[in-house]
């Protein structure tokens, strides 16, 4: 079995990344377990956008991104967002590099939305050069094409990318959310049928929608995915973090 786990830090997250959420990292990797992270910055992308006034638009949930704008997005995710988490690592006494340039994009369309790719290739074997080295590498989702033009990608789907090119044995979420909740309960497992019957009955609700959405996505890659809180991090033991574990409904748990 892979001891690779896959963590994506959402953008909306990072600056509320809680010190016992970096202690609960170096326990899984005290355990044997090797944390590769991804991250995004959209918020941060949107702060700096607006302070140089360039107009942006989404389509269909993407940011249409000109040149001009991909500077910025290069400079925010590559030159802020990615050194930043980087050194709260290794203020946890964890070794740390920030990598950026491993992964190899073509645009989905680039009409319709300018310089935003999709993953084709992952450089597995420098991310397993450093993790060999003992060190957590610390992935920005800027992806060069094979015209050496720069892309942005969507951080769920570079996070699913690597987990799926390293074998990952799981595909971790990061949120401001300990989990899936029930009756102010949390659920340490759910199927995706069970969370299909919660969003129609609204159990699960509002911005839990797209977290779960996503967390789903992953069952594609990995055999189960997690959602768990970096903002009010806990371990369930020494090599789980407390949170929600997705995995695919099995034949009989479908309804007829």
């Known amino acids: 079995m892979s001891t690779t786990i896959v963590l994506k830090c959402g953008g909306s997250s990072i600056d509320e990344l809680s010190d016992e959420f970096f202690e609960n ?8 377990l090797n944390p590769v992270i991804v991250h995004g910055g959209g918020p941060a992308i ?3 956008l607006e302070k140089l ?3 942006f638009e989404f389509v269909d949930g993407l940011r249409k991104t000109s040149e001009p704008m ?17 050194r709260r690592i290794k203020e946890a006494g964890i070794k740390a590099v920030g990598i950026s340039n491993i992964l190899t994009a073509a645009p989905i369309d680039f009409e319709r939305y300018g310089y935003v790719g999709e993953i084709v290739h992952v450089d597995t074997e420098h991310i397993n050069q450093l993790i060999n080295l003992n060190i957590i590498p610390v992935i920005s989702p800027i992806a060069l094409g094979e015209d050496q033009k720069r892309y942005n990608v969507n951080a769920d789907t570079a996070a699913g990318a690597v987990a799926a090119a ?6 971790i979420f990061v949120t401001d ?12 497992t759910v199927t995706t049928n069970e969370i299909e019957e919660m969003i129609t009955d609204e159990t699960i609700y509002g911005g ?3 977290k779960v959405k996503a967390a789903m996505k992953g069952l594609n890659i990995v055999k189960e995915v997690m959602i768990v809180n970096g903002k009010q991090s806990e371990l369930k033991n020494s090599t ?7 995995k695919i409904s099995q034949l009989a748990d479908m309804k007829v």
């Not at 990292?25 to 044997?32: E, F, M, N, R, V």
């Not at 390293?166 to 595909?171: F, M």
């Open 25 to 32: 990292i170096k326990t899984l990797k005290a355990s044997g």
């Open 46 to 48: 949107k702060r700096m």
């Open 53 to 55: 006034e360039l107009e």
């Open 70 to 86: 991909m500077d910025v997005v290069e400079m925010v995710l590559t030159g802020h967002v990615n050194p930043a988490l980087t």
């Open 166 to 171: 390293l074998h990952a044995n799981q595909l």
């Open 177 to 188: 959310v300990p989990g899936i909740l029930k009756d102010n309960k949390l659920l340490e």
């Open 208 to 210: 839990m929608i797209p």
């Open 240 to 246: 789980t973090l407390s949170g929600t574990t997705i």
